[in-house]
């Protein structure tokens, strides 16, 4: 295209290509390709190994465990519409938000104000421009060759703390944008190279420890120059016009690859799920009165597989968007998918925005999934993302399980995770969250256990890091970091193990925290196991504040290692404390000092099979690690000590389970007259009610399931008021499926 | 295997470099003559491959080997021993004592264990992770309650009741060693060194290994797997060398045997810390590359070495080494200085295959290694099958013609594959050739952008087997200095061994600051960061003392090289910056120091990654401890004139090339005399490798005969 067409125009064409032709850029064959495929191999190479020798060394110049140990860093090169090409590894969330950040920028016209120039450096870690939450940050810089814009460099980094009321990264409790920290509205931040002084001023200002958020940023400016001055060797070699023609070839090969291996792998086909988690607040004695509320956030998902090999994701019949941070956009959505497009289906580096185009999602407006609010938090979007995604594993596992790709299966585990807020060890104010979390044990897979500290399912190079870095970050001590016995996910292929830590408060006075699970911890399931496997056990936390611990030291009495010894403790009075809680809720701890207590446990993911047809082989090996208990062994697996006692017990338990059985039709009638009435608790039949208020598809499943004419769900819970959405300016947008192309009309649809 | 000097052997020294599939020998005599060797490893019993190896070079000159090994100063043997211990699982029976609460960290591998050193595609396919089987099962594992602060303040105490306990529960177990890992030990190694007394006074006989004696800096889980290494495959290398020293000495050889540490220092295999013999990338080599560098006043090398598996570079910047402080061991990192290399899964022996989805040409990670390919017994076409099928390589010459080579084989089995590319089989072949070259010349040029240096400062130097048959290809576009190969590539790695100093390096962990203010607090800070560094020198120094008595070496002899590692306040990275003198005298040399700093990190980064208003912290000192030894003198040779003796002529051989088949005169390396010149199109054959020479380049044997590569003709 040539350079008389303004970037808004360039983009405005491609989508119309796109739409016209149903291939990227109208691209019908792939002719730099088929001339010369090594060739072509050649440069894609050069591309690829550019950014990932980048990424490498400049994760060096950073300042948060998080970009450095735990790769939640990510850099890619666009094209001037902004569409992904090639992508290093790290926080793959991020492969189309920054594609979105360019979009918003092109859309609203920033070529004529504040107008993109060579030199200058473009930032935004805001939801309306296609971010998911205010911690991760994007930094991007145009490349010009003479007066034309031929490329982006964009780089993203998580930041461990981004001025939020709670103060880690990530807020848990605030009930809209004005409480979730510094915004960066895809803004120009620096010219000629260098970021502005007033950017650096006002990051100074609005952080409690602004030297992470400024070195991240360096160290993404950094990479961005670098990769730059790459490219213009890249243009030696092959030219521009090669370049700009192949780059948008690899984007037309990356989705012709996507839907290639979508077909030979899954079944053409709708698979539905749902995703319930539980939010519990007003426990919280220190929260906003318009979040200090209990409710469930129902997502409806329906994953649809077409013969062609695109995807479709439809969340018709999901409940409303709320004043939490858990709520979702477009810009969040993509970024929940593509980790699981480079997890599961598209992992093997040539990944690109190619892919993308072989999914669609269809995000209802005003639903948990895309809230269109203008002061709508998403802070903590994870909370809602993280089960969704889990689902979407699983559908996908299904589907390769009727394929046969049984060893391709894997499944997911809900996230925990402790903030730490207050004055630190060196005496300057912090708020961070401990990003242990990134090594989290994962769901078991068709073949094998799930890792025992393994990997989240928002980063697969999944890392726990040294406790000897988080002591050096904060001012806590570990006094331990163990597995938990018996407390994994059962099945045939068990779930990875949960893990715990527990700290005191080391070199502070003043500080608290806040202890959270995925929507998980309070009741709500959505790591289901697969084919028989168990959802993982509950979730714990604990806080203990003016503990009796030094006395217990200076004595040289036994101090706790885990959580549970801690309750036990508190429990029996060997340890007291002023004030302290220990169970499945939320919690935003009272201030607390030196010699306290804090705890939490990150667990596993979901089992997979029948549990009574494990292998005992395995069970004796978790035995000897210590991470069952030999009761806990015969209880849910009929271990016994030799392979008849095994057999007899698992007999035994087989004969339990058909006398604790009902015919289907029997439970069926008994709960149709409970699903009649709606006799279920408050924040479910709230649920139900809050899904009606907008679609009615959930409520017409609902009649349909139970054979019952009346929904009897109707008061939702929520303060009835309207919203407007943002006006003004573009914004990414999705909505729901369309009517006239309903669910009879999708190609596939083979029930 | 031919001689590629003249050789007078007086007093040895012999370096061996035992890789997976081959070990190396090579023999200097006191004039820098070499020989060179080479035997198959076996991994079984490496004394045998030890001897058959030097067997091998001294045949060359018609030495007996007893005669050599009586006449020989210096043994270094360089290689797997460590590494086989480990992957065998043939280690010591160790009990392991951690802080209490952390007996878990063995299963849990930092979670990162599950996929460290995996390809760019495993590292995202989360199903293909896994742990290691850990070295030490847990029930050998106990924990004590204790606790050290991040300052190395005392939090929790150490009751000796509690390691006397524990402690038996392993010696009750039958343990045959002991290591012990405290959090933050590396700060205050108090707690370790009496828990260490605690077992040692119930038990005088078991080794106790600690922590903060190994290498005593940041990060539990480095530590821990240094411990590790040292406890379980330590003292069990240690019989392994033993038996190999004992073969030596059986047949003549009358010293103690040395090894290569991962830093680059030699030291007799009673080393008190043998683990740090565990090497894993080819260290060697880039020794070499240091030295040959010096020797033609190049400060700046880019050492490559193509094998059949991989291909791994080390830059040589300033004529200094860099070192990597968290190498991986199997799937941990540990805090083992290492030279830093890095490697990709290409070289010459590399599996070709057609992704089944894509439809692309895929290399690697496979390779056939000793079965070369299709043309010999693998059953997977490989690079090598290209090379046959292009000419590069005679199928009747491959190892000096010991192993026939099977053209038609390789052909038919790289024909469908050219289909699906629509080429023919030459092109194909080709262009796999060069798209493998690609990869590394890629790879390379990354590398050195990465640390913001430019290819034409460097001189390129192209070892390995696979060196000087990729060379042509791999330096296409690049500027380079000069680009240099050997008569001797495919035993450059044992030769650098010999370049190796005796040599002990020591990290220890401190924590100390430079504010960026001059107010009178700051100026305090700076004075604290001063004494520290100093005295942790010092301390340093201290230990190389003891280490340097043990082997009856003078102290008063090394060279002692200082650093300090630098970063801005709150950066998690730090950079190895070096002190020219013998400690920080004041507060304006610490600012000094500092300023380095900034000149080594603006080496790599744009100024815009600067951050000096900040401030800086110094959380690690290092002190190398250097005895110069002789090395391989390389001598000088009276030049003999542009062309080459009529002895070295074999004819010529038809080459696929650029399209079309050209002629390509056919050379034999070892008669090629110093001052020969030769123009492409030509082929240089040797034993272990095949020098090509493409039309339009030539190359000349200078004075040491070191090969120089070069474009045009002359």
């Keep these: ?240 016009d090669y370049y700009k023609q192949g780059v948008r070839e690899l984007i037309e090969e990356g989705r012709r690859n996507f839907l290639k291996r979508v077909r030979a792998t899954m079944v053409p086909g709708v698979y539905r799920g749902m995703t319930m988690p539980v939010h519990k607040r007003t426990h919280v004695p220190f929260v906003h009165p318009m979040a200090k509320n209990d409710f469930i956030d129902l997502v409806r998902t329906e994953l649809t597989v077409t013969k062609a090999g695109t995807l479709e994701l439809d969340y018709e019949g999901s409940t409303g968007w709320s004043f939490h941070p858990f709520n979702c956009a477009p810009g969040p959505m993509n970024g929940g998918f593509w980790i699981t497009l480079t997890q599961l289906l598209a992992y093997d580096g040539r990944v690109n925005d190619g892919a993308y185009l072989g999914v669609t999602q269809f995000l209802p407006e005003g639903s948990i999934v895309n809230s269109n609010y203008s002061g709508t938090a998403t802070s903590l979007a994870w909370w809602t993302l993280i089960p969704i995604f889990a689902n979407i594993w699983r559908l996908i596992g299904i589907s390769w399980f009727a394929r046969g790709f049984i060893e391709e299966i894997v499944m997911s585990t809900p996230t925990c995770m402790v903030g730490v807020t207050g004055f630190d060890q060196y005496h300057q104010p912090t708020g961070y969250q401990n990003f242990e979390m990134a090594g989290e044990s994962f769901g078991a897979r068709g073949v094998a256990d799930g890792m025992d500290c393994g990997s989240p399912i928002w980063n697969s190079e999944g890392i726990q890091g040294d406790a000897e870095v988080w002591e050096m970050t904060g001012p806590n001590l570990y006094v331990g970091r163990a597995f ?94 002023r004030e302290w809680y220990c169970g499945p809720l939320n919690q935003w701890s009272p201030n607390l000092k030196e010699y306290d207590l804090f705890g939490i446990i990150y667990y596993g ?78 924040i479910v039949s709230q649920m139900f009610a809050r899904s009606a208020q907008i679609s009615d598809a959930l409520k017409q499943a609902y009649l349909k399931f139970w054979k019952i004419e009346k929904f009897p769900y109707t008061e939702s819970g929520m303060p009835e008021f309207q919203t407007p959405p943002p006006t003004g300016f573009y914004y990414p947008k999705s909505s729901s499926r369309p009517k006239a192309n309903g669910a009879a009309a999708r190609e596939g649809d083979v029930r | 295997m031919a001689t590629d000097q003249t050789h007078v052997i007086g007093k040895n020294w012999i370096a061996l470099d035992a890789g997976g599939t081959m070990t190396d020998a090579v023999i200097v005599d006191s004039e820098g003559n070499f020989l060179v060797g080479k035997f198959l490893t076996n991994k079984e019993d490496e004394s045998l491959s030890f001897l058959g190896s030097i067997s091998d070079a001294a045949r060359t000159a018609n030495r007996a080997l007893r005669t050599t090994l009586r006449e020989s100063e210096v043994i270094v043997y360089a290689g797997t021993i460590m590494l086989n211990t480990l992957l065998s699982r043939t280690g010591a029976k160790v009990g392991l004592m951690v802080t209490q609460g952390f ?91 009496m828990a260490a007394e605690v077992i040692r006074k119930m038990s005088a006989e078991i080794p106790v290994v600690v922590s903060s004696a190994m290498a005593p800096t940041h990060k539990e889980y480095t530590r821990l797997a240094s411990v590790i290494a040292q406890a379980y495959a330590g003292e069990r290398s240690r019989r392994h060398f033993n038996k190999v020293e004992a073969r030596a000495r059986s047949e003549g050889f009358e010293r103690e045997v040395s090894t290569l540490l991962a830093h680059g220092g030699t030291v007799p295999i009673s080393t008190p810390r043998l683990y740090e013999s565990y090497v894993s990338g080819p260290i060697g080599g880039v020794l070499g590359g240091q030295y040959v560098g010096e020797l033609q006043g190049s400060g700046n090398v880019v050492c490559c070495d193509i094998g059949g598996t991989s291909f791994d570079v080390g830059i040589i910047r300033d004529g200094k080494i860099p070192i990597s402080r968290e190498p991986t061991l199997l799937s941990f990192r540990t805090n083992i200085p290492m030279i830093h290399t890095e490697s990709i899964g290409a070289g010459m022996g590399s599996e070709l295959g057609v992704h089944p989805l894509t439809g692309k040409l895929t290399v690697g990670p496979r390779s056939a290694g000793s079965d070369v390919g299709r043309c010999l017994r693998w059953p997977v076409p490989t690079v090598t099958d290209c090379h046959v099928v292009l000419g590069y390589l005679s199928p009747n010459y491959f190892l000096g013609g010991d192993v026939p080579l099977d053209v038609e084989a390789a052909r038919a089995a790289l024909e469908p594959m050219a289909r699906s590319f629509n080429a023919g089989v030459f092109e194909f072949a080709e262009k796999a050739h060069l798209l493998v070259c690609d990869y590394m010349r890629e790879f390379l040029v990354n590398m050195l952008r990465g640390r913001g240096y430019d290819t034409h400062e460097y001189t390129m130097m192209m070892y390995g087997g696979g060196g000087p048959l990729g060379l042509h290809a791999v330096i296409e576009g690049l500027e380079l200095n000069d680009i240099v190969t050997f008569p001797f590539a495919a035993v450059f790695s044992a030769f650098g061994v010999l370049c190796a100093p005796r040599r002990y390096r ?47 070496w003078r102290f008063a002899d090394a060279r002692l090289q200082r650093s300090a590692y630098v970063r801005f306040t709150n950066q998690l990275s730090d950079f190895e910056v070096h002190w020219p003198s013998e400690r920080l005298a004041s507060i304006e040399d610490l600012a000094a120091l500092m300023k380095r700093f900034e000149g080594v990190y603006t080496t790599i980064y744009p100024t815009q990654a600067l951050y000096s208003e900040v401030g800086y912290q110094i959380l690690e000192v290092a002190l190398s401890a250097d005895i110069e030894t002789p090395k391989p003198k390389l001598p000088e040779l009276a030049l003999s004139g542009r062309n080459v003796p009529s002895s070295a002529e074999k004819g010529a051989r038809k080459v696929y090339w650029r399209g079309r088949e050209i002629e390509f005169r056919v050379l034999e390396m070892d008669p090629i005399e110093a001052g020969n010149v030769i123009n492409g199109p030509a082929i240089v054959e040797h034993p272990a490798t095949t020098l090509l020479i493409p039309p339009e380049y030539h190359v000349e044997f200078d004075s040491r005969r070191l090969i120089h590569y070069r474009r045009g003709a002359r």
Excluded at chain 1, 506 to 534: D, E, I
């Design chain 1, 1 to 240: 295209m040539g350079k008389q067409m303004t970037l808004k125009q360039q983009l405005l064409h491609s989508e119309k290509l796109f739409t016209e032709t149903g291939t990227y850029y109208g691209i019908k064959e792939l002719a730099l390709h088929d001339r010369d495929p090594l060739k072509f191999e050649a440069f894609h190479s050069r591309l690829l190994s550019t950014i990932i020798s980048v990424r490498n060394t400049m994760k060096f110049i950073a300042s948060s465990p998080a970009v450095r140990d735990f790769e939640e860093f990510v850099i890619g090169l666009y094209t001037p519409e902004g569409d992904a090409v090639v992508l290093s590894t790290g926080i793959m969330v991020h492969v189309h938000t920054l594609s979105e950040f360019i979009k918003f920028m092109i859309q609203n016209d920033y070529e004529d104000d504040p107008r993109i120039r060579p030199g200058d450096i473009f930032e935004n870690n805001e939801v309306w421009a296609g971010g998911v939450h205010t911690p991760d940050v994007m930094t991007c810089i145009p490349v010009f060759e003479g007066d034309e814009l031929i490329a982006w460099i964009g780089s993203v980094s998580h930041e461990l703390e981004s001025g939020t009321y709670e103060g880690p990264g990530m807020s848990v409790l605030s009930p809209d944008r004005f409480g979730e920290g510094l915004h960066i509205s895809a803004e120009k931040v620096g010219e000629n190279d260098h970021f502005r002084k007033d950017y650096l001023l006002r990051l100074k200002m609005n952080l409690r420890n602004s030297n992470w958020w400024s070195l991240d940023d360096k160290a993404k400016l950094s990479g961005c120059l670098m990769v730059r001055e790459a490219l213009r060797k890249i243009l030696d070699t092959f030219g521009l």
């Design chain 2, 103 to 193: 007996e878990d960290y063995l299963l849990m591998e930092k979670a990162e264990g599950g996929w460290l050193g995996y390809p760019y595609a495993d590292r995202l396919h989360t199903v293909t992770h896994h742990h290691s089987e850990p070295t030490i099962p847990r029930d050998r594992i106990v924990g004590v309650q204790e606790r050290v602060d991040m300052f190395g303040a005392p939090v929790i105490p150490l009751r000796e009741a509690d390691v006397a306990a524990k402690a038996r529960v392993l010696l009750e177990a039958g343990v045959e060693a002991i290591a012990i890992m405290f959090l933050f030990s590396h700060m205050n190694p108090a707690h370790e060194r």
């Design chain 1, 605 to 682: 993911g979901c089992g997979y099979g029948d549990p009574l047809e494990r292998d005992r082989a395995m069970i004796e090996k978790d035995l000897a690690n210590g991470l069952m208990t030999e009761a806990a062994a015969g209880e849910i697996y009929g271990y016994g000590r030799t392979s008849q006692d095994t057999e007899r017990r698992r007999a035994e338990i087989r004969k339990r389970r058909l006398q604790e059985s009902i015919p289907a039709e029997e439970w069926w009638a008994k709960e149709q007259a409970r699903a009649r009435t709606g006799a279920v608790g408050p």
């Design chain 2, 506 to 552: 020591y990290h220890q962990s401190i924590l100390a600051a430079c504010p960026p203010s001059d107010d009178s607090m700051s100026r305090e800070v700076k004075k604290l960061a001063v004494e520290s560094i100093n005295n942790t020198w010092k301390a340093l120094e201290e230990r190389a003392r003891l280490d340097f008595k043990q082997h009856g």
């Design chain 1, 484 to 577: 938990l016995p018996d407390h994994h996910a059962y099945g045939r292929f068990r779930g990875g193990a949960t893990w715990e830590s527990l700290w005191m408060v080391r070199g502070s006075q003043l500080v608290n925290v806040t202890l959270s699970g995925a929507g998980c911890m309070n009741g709500g399931v959505f790591h289901k196991g697969m084919f028989g496997g168990y959802p993982p056990p509950g979730w714990k936390c604990m806080w203990a504040s003016g503990t009796n611990l030094k006395e217990l030291i200076e004595r040289g009495d036994k101090m706790p290692t885990s959580v549970n010894e801690a309750e036990a403790m508190l429990k029996d009075g060997r340890i007291t404390a």
